[in-house]
């Protein structure tokens, strides 16, 4: 992309703004890199990066780097043998930290298919960890190597204390001698030469034995380092001479660490400035309520509520544009300040934007077109040095565009034809125009010059766009309007001005018949296109209340099947509380019987407080909810039926008590239900008579027991009598029959026979006796 048109389009602040937004060297150098791509493929990778770091930026907010400086070189020295100084070496280990933590965060995101290109690129990096933990263990924050790097250096440091803290003790005790005090200066002892030293007159100098390391700028004072200090500080710098051998030893360790991993951790900065880039473009894109456009194939344009990245969010005025689809060349007229420019450099600033990988300051919907190259002819170019006009200059530019323009090329004019003899200026315009036109050159171009609003009407592929202007206020509204043209609003500006009526009319009539018809036909279309507009607008107020309408109407109706369902589901809880706390009480009846019945016999008054509590457990009539439907099918004793005021409770039928109304086993309960409220699952099935070879010693008790239709309470007291009366007959074996039916009967029975002191034994009716709805038992 040509480096003119991508300043003349104000590209440069783009590429600042991401720039500023990276936190790596290596994302900057791309920031700084970043131009319209070469290829349509290469550009939509781009912007998945974009994308996918976009959905990083949402679910993890900023990502945070490393702070270090390019590293790159230092890894090269290390492959060939280099040494690395601390601080390069501490960064490394940094950077590999960072990559470490940024592939655990991938690994937490990896079911997120936003980010699983990133992911696999971190991922993929094979960094071992032993490299940052040995360089952490040397090496501190501030680049100094610590003690612990290795015990040679840490014994070193700790003799170098040792000698230090005796020549600090020593010199000390000199300025403190009265021999030597009345030879100095003053108390102070101060360092020279990296030496500790004493300040003597110059005067007593002889008297104090050492080295001399300076002088004072009077002459009056010498730095002398004591004879038994020097000593000391001769030692000291033998040691600081083996701490940097051994400081370098280990320098040289850690850099053949890094070695074997250089070609590891150059990728690692290659991923990471592209990631850095990537959130950088993404933190631009969220601060401008950018979005990411489509990339087409095709060269063309369709901008949705566009508005140029450097515009006051707040105060933009959003345009939309298309160019490319049905027409591929677009006339923007109107006043001066009114826009134009501005319009022709978002078209061009987006599209480039887009190319370039980054989301642009449009609404979802926006396409972008390949375009090989953007050419653009904006502003005055005017060359003194060259000696070219500004017609001039705009035609240099013009030729060069002419011949190098394709057919997938973007071309922006800004006022075509100006700065010359307007005539001419004009047949130039259209006829550069239908060069462009002819070779299917996609070209926006703001005009003045009515000859070419004419040509936009006339010329197939053309057609005619303008930004509006307030004639009331004199300021431009800055809104776009295809398929119509601009006017210049020149008599109505010089008359709010207050130019006197009478020059305004003379220049009215200095107009030409065709001036007059162009000006008499934009006004005539504008009015069409803006009673169009208000029809349109009312149409779509119009659509909005019904729409807000039906919202209202939808919501009420949710608010009410809401209600509607809490009040059932309160019902339903109240039923399930009642059906549980009743299924309790029978089950602690059932229990006191079976006490009552191993204790011994039942007095009669017992079995009836047993019988009326449990009649007390029938359901409360209030509790009943209306029925779903209704079968229209007879029912019989035996049959399983669902009761619908009972939440779907399956029971079943033991006799009918009145006209509509059947006695229903439910569980351990006995209830009256209505014949509406249940609905039939199964008919009873036939219970074949037992054949029971029997000893009859009685002929009033018969070998069988029908207990179908009680309750599993009433049935145990039956069971227990019959059982008695069976022994004292002389039976050895006697038939149950309680039915299939919920299977309820059985269990309950089946559990009290477990323990009876009657049974020896039990078991299921076999086939001819019954089957499961009758139990054989064997008398004890």
């Known amino acids: 992309m040509n480096e003119r048109v991508l300043r003349l389009l104000d590209f440069a602040q783009i590429v600042s703004a991401v720039t500023v937004r990276c936190q790596t060297p290596y994302g900057e150098e791309r920031a700084r890199a970043l131009r319209p791509f070469a290829t349509l493929t290469d550009a939509r990778t781009a912007l998945a990066d974009t994308e996918e770091g976009s959905a990083y930026y949402r679910l993890k907010g900023e990502a945070v780097f490393a702070r270090t400086k390019d590293l790159r070189s230092a890894v090269m020295r290390a492959r060939v043998g280099g040494i690395l100084s601390p601080s390069e070496l501490f960064q490394l280990a940094e950077t590999a930290r960072s990559v470490r933590r940024f592939a655990r965060i991938f690994m937490e995101l990896s079911e997120r298919a936003e980010v699983s290109r990133f992911a696999e690129r971190f991922q993929a990096l094979d960094l071992p960890k032993t490299l940052e933990d040995e360089i952490f263990r040397c090496i501190d924050e501030d680049a100094r190597v610590l003690d612990q790097a290795s015990a040679t250096l840490a014994d070193l440091r700790s003799s170098m204390r040792t000698v230090t803290q005796r020549m600090r003790r020593t010199i000390d005790e000199m300025v403190k001698s009265t021999s030597v005090q009345n030879y100095l200066q003053d108390q102070i002892v101060t ?361 209202q109407l939808e919501e009420r109706a949710r608010i009410e099947e809401e209600e509607r369902m809490s009040r059932k589901k309160k019902a339903d809880e109240e039923i399930r509380a009642y059906v549980k706390r009743s299924q309790r009480e029978a089950d602690d009846l059932i229990a006191q019987l079976r006490e009552m019945a191993t204790s011994g016999a039942v007095k009669d008054h017992e079995l009836t407080a047993v019988r009326g509590r449990m009649r007390a457990l029938a359901p409360d009539p209030t509790l009943v909810m209306a029925p779903r439907k209704r079968s229209n099918e007879t029912l019989a004793e035996g049959d399983e039926v669902r009761v619908l005021s009972l939440a779907g409770q399956k029971g079943s039928l033991m006799s009918e008590v009145g006209r509509d109304e059947w006695l229903v086993a439910i569980g351990s309960m006995k209830l009256r239900v209505n014949r509406k409220n249940m609905e039939l699952l199964r008919r009873a099935e036939k219970v074949e008579a037992p054949v029971v070879m029997v000893k009859r010693a009685s002929e009033g008790v018969s070998p069988t027991l029908d207990v179908r239709g009680q309750t599993v309470q009433e049935a145990m007291v039956e069971v227990d009598r019959y059982l008695d009366k069976a022994v004292l007959s002389g039976y050895h074996q006697v038939t149950i029959v309680h039915g299939k039916g919920t299977g309820a009967l059985r269990e309950g029975l089946l559990l009290y026979l477990r323990t009876h002191r009657r049974v020896r034994t039990y078991r299921q009716g076999g086939e001819g006796e019954g089957g499961s709805g009758v139990t054989v038992i064997e008398l004890a």
């Open 191 to 551: 360092m020279r030469n990296d030496r500790l030293c004493l300040s003597v007159r110059a005067d007593a100098a002889q008297h104090v034995r050492g080295i001399v390391h300076d002088q004072s700028a009077s002459g009056a004072t010498y730095f002398i380092e004591p004879e038994r200090v020097a000593s000391l500080g001769n030692e000291l710098r033998r040691y600081a001479l083996l701490e940097e051998r051994e400081i370098e030893r280990i320098l040289s360790e850690l850099s053949a660490y890094a070695a074997p991993n250089a070609d590891v951790l150059l990728e690692a900065f290659e991923v990471l400035g592209a990631f850095d880039f990537a959130i950088a473009k993404a933190a631009y894109a969220h601060a401008e309520r950018a979005v990411k456009p489509e990339l087409d194939e095709q060269p063309i344009l369709q901008l949705v509520q566009a508005r140029h990245p450097h515009l006051d969010l707040a105060r933009a005025v959003p345009l939309d544009i298309r160019l490319g689809d049905s027409f591929t060349q677009l006339l923007i007229t109107g006043p001066n300040t009114g826009g134009k420019t501005v319009s022709l450099k978002t078209m061009g600033l987006l599209t480039i934007m887009g190319l370039s990988g980054l989301y642009v300051t449009a609404a979802q919907g926006t396409r972008i077109g390949w375009f090989d190259e953007v050419y653009a002819d904006i502003g005055d170019e005017q060359s003194i040095e060259q000696s070219l006009s500004t017609f001039s200059s705009h035609m240099t530019n013009i030729i060069r565009i002419l011949r190098e323009a394709s057919p997938t090329s973007l071309v922006l004019f800004d006022e075509i034809g100006a700065g010359t003899d307007p005539t001419e200026g004009a047949s130039l315009a259209m006829a550069i125009l239908d060069e462009l036109r002819a070779r299917g050159i996609r070209t926006v171009a703001t005009t003045h010059y009515s000859e070419l609003k004419a040509y936009a009407y006339t010329t197939p592929g053309t057609i005619n766009a303008s930004v509006s202007f307030d004639v009331e206020t004199l300021t431009p509204t800055y809104r776009l309007e295809l398929g119509i043209p601009g006017k210049s609003y020149a008599f109505a500006i010089a008359e709010r001005l207050g130019l006197p009526q009478t020059l305004i009319e003379q220049a009215r009539a200095r107009l030409t018949t065709t001036d007059e018809r162009v000006e008499d036909l934009i006004s005539h279309l504008t009015q069409r296109v803006h009673d169009a507009r208000e029809d349109h607008e009312q149409a779509h107020r119009a659509r909005q209340d019904v729409e807000r309408l039906r919202e």
